[in-house]
Nanobody, 117 residues
């Protein structure tokens, strides 16, 4: 079975930084597109950032310039570096892997990020 596990969330003050990790089992990681999503209370889940299997990246306007998505295929791990955090970034962050050949998607259980003073 494929397992996707996020880690690195926690409580941070405004202006602080966190790095989230997404580790996946299976041999398909290198050919999967990886996305970070977040869902705040009472809001729809939104796409935060995407990195393709070829390394191309895209960001939501709300995080562009502050967040950086990356991946280390040798470790089956993706990352979301979050800097200059704002209270509006508070949400549960989810990692999603999309197998480009099969179209199957795999989700982690999420990690809570709380930005508060």
């Amino acid at each position: 079975q494929v397992q996707v596990v996020e880690s690195g969330g926690g409580l941070v003050q405004p202006g602080g930084s966190l790095r989230l990790s997404c580790t996946a089992s299976g041999s398909f990681f290198s050919i999967a597109n990886m996305g970070w999503y977040r869902q705040a209370p009472g809001k729809q889940r939104e796409l935060v950032a995407v990195i393709t299997s070829l390394g191309g990246t895209s960001y939501a306007d709300s995080v562009k310039g502050r967040f950086t998505i990356s991946r280390d295929n040798a470790k089956n791990t993706g990352y979301l570096q979050m800097n200059s955090l704002k209270s509006e970034d508070t949400a549960v962050y989810y990692c999603n892997l999309n197998h480009r050949r099969t179209g199957r998607e795999y989700w982690g259980q999420g990690t809570q990020v709380t930005v508060s003073s």
